[in-house]
């Protein structure tokens, strides 16, 4: 279905519920720059600010914590030279003072212990729990090799402990973000032009002539400067085209919105590459130069016409053309966005890999309004003696994977179960900064590797699920009382942040950064932490860095002039890519010797058998992953997910708006918690959809226990992408029950 903007305001007419949170995702971020500014003014006359990166989500935007003279956070706001935030912060940001103010947060070690039979948990003071850590540390070592504890992480607490891990000699380290997250579109792009996609991702939003979104949910998505600059690209009348099942809020700021039927995106990209060779659109000059393999990619898609993909994607062959048309008008000022969660259907870095390919074709990477040629600037190592040489370590787990570039989470979690033929056994486990029974699918396997773990410690703000499964538990303190390494991030000119505390850490919690000290000391490692305070560390690399910490905490941000070139490709220049040929690789020689497509194929992917709905999910603005979903401030805004369901099935099943309904996967898997539905147009009739990081089942989180369902534990199908070991998470089918399930069965 094409819509133009016109259109969709005479369907908001006809009752598509729920445009009104549509609109207001984009003007969250606030539009009045002159009223920011008096605001802004008026609190930095007040209060005393310091400087900080948020960690409520990966895009780190750098802001400034303002507090009062008891100490308490005032407000947090953007910071105005920050290339990740221009200023402004998202609902989240803003309402990251919510945890450091959540009463539920841990507050001091526990250990777990039993009395009268029961398993529970005891306070401890920090210097019983390091050493019971230390103990195990050793014991592993000994019995097994370093390699035999494991690193899951993410975000900053994540990099603290890699360095222990990596002191310790285990490179046994994986983060959720790299398989259940971009390691696909990173593989994909890197087979086509030599690089990685990153974060921030490199699209020229800002001078964008068209975006195109294939599942990419921004405006729901609230990564910051893309929200911003695609607003500003929108009202720019910058054609913007989204391939989404679902009526996403950046689908209803659309000049098409194609309705793609799940799980066949790729057969609509071969359709799209069929109309711009055959209609001569592609940027010829652009191929001749840079790509190889045009002539094999040529043939390869000559039959995949419009047609063709109308059968598998439902979306008409004039749509498609005229799309297609659309970007090559644009062209080379045009983004086919690859994504950020890309693991869906298990064949994802091809579906990433014809992402790239499209971009090629149309000449965008390298160019104004497409993909700009990002640089960043490199944070001197503080001195400590070399890591040792672990025997094994995160890519033997990953063998099979011929490409994956980071560690995977789930190989490493199969590794702690016991076999006879286990070359990398997995015996403890610490967990840092990532809620692993939320992030990583397929809970009987992760409960079955638990089970059989030595020894689990967890590093973490708040009493979230996996804490339930630790022997030990500390309390990190949250991001606004600690120092944390300097963010340094590609961007168009580099630049750097600092994290300075806000306020003393509450309660008994301590910094990551400490907590890895004291473990390594424990441990006689103290050479990797030769320094007393963090600020140490700091201090020492901001002035190799031709700044200092005092500078640092003024101006919060830092921006360097680009030292790598020109932020696009120059006409007449030479290019070389960093992959095998130099040239941008259509047809992949690489995939081809490892047994693997080297053009994208469609493949069919089962679909949902009859009474059942294909499990879709999602982002809310207001929400991060299940990180907030107890954050006081947060919470407020939106305390629950909800289930969209289209009103044809609605009428099947006789289900109403607000109804709370439970559901039950192909596996017969039973959610454990209830859901309120939804019943809306933006859905497609064959799935339903919900904001992921809902249904927590701590009691200890006291807004969030029990509100909504966890679309965690409904996946239990999972689609394996064989070439970087991905996890792709849509191919699961639920039914939806109306009567309470667990009647006669307490939770
Ligand atoms: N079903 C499903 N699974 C998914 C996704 C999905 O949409 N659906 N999304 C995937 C994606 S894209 C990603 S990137 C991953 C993200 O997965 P995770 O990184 O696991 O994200 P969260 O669920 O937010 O878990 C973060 C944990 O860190 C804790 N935390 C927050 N701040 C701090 C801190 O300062 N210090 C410490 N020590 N801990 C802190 C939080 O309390 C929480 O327990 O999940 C992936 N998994
Ligand atoms: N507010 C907020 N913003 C966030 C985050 C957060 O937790 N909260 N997390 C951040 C992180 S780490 C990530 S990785 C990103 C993830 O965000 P994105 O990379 O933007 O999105 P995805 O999760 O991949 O996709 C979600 C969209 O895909 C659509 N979809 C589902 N199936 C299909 C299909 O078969 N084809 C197509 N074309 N579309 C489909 C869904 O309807 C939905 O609109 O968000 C980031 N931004
Ligand atoms: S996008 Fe929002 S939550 Fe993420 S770092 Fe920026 S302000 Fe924080
Ligand atoms: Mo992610």
Redesign the pocket.
Known sequence: MVTSRRKFIKISALGLGGIATASSAFQMFGTNSYLDTIAKQDIANKFKRSATYC?VC?WKCAAWAFSDEEGKIKKIIGNDEDPHCYGRLCPRGTGGVG?YADEDRLKTPLIRTTVDGEETFREASWDEALDLIATKFKHIKDAYGAESFALLK????GSHLEHLFKAYGSETIA???YA???GPREAGFNLTFGSWVGSPEPTDIRDTKCLVLIGSHIGENMHNTQVQEMSDAIDNNATIITVDPRFSTAASKSNHWLAIKPATDIALMLAWMHVLIEEDLYDKEYIAKYATGFNELKDHVLNFTPEWAYGITTIKPEAIRKTARAMAHAAPSVIIHPG??V?WYGDDTQRARAMAILNALLGSWGRRGGFYFKEKISVPKFPHPKYPQPKWDWTDIGEQYPLAEMGITTEVMKRAIPSKDNKYPVKALMV?????T????NKKLLEQAMDALDFIVV????P?D?TGYADVVLP?C??LERYDGIRSSPNREPSIAVRVPALKPKYDSKP?WWVAKQIGERLGLGDYFNYNDFEEVIEWQLSKMGTSLEEMKKIGVKKFPRKSGPLYLVEGEKHEFSTPSGKIELYSKELKSLGFDPLPVFTKHPEPPQGFYRLN???SPMH?????ANNPNLNDLKSENNLWVNPKVARIIGLKTGQSVWLRNQDKITSTFSIKVRVTERIRWDSVYMV??FGHNNKKLTRAFGKGIN??EM?SNVAIDPIMGGTG?RGNFVEILTEDPHKNTEI
């Open positions: 960690e990966f945890m993410h975000g900053s607490p983060e959720p973000a259940q997250c971009r950020r969660h693991t840092a900064g990532t809620n692993i939320k992030s990583i699918p590093l973490d703000t708040m979230m996996v990190e949250t991001y990551g999910y999602g982002r991060t992953f299940s990180r907030t992921h990081g679309d965690t996946i998470m």
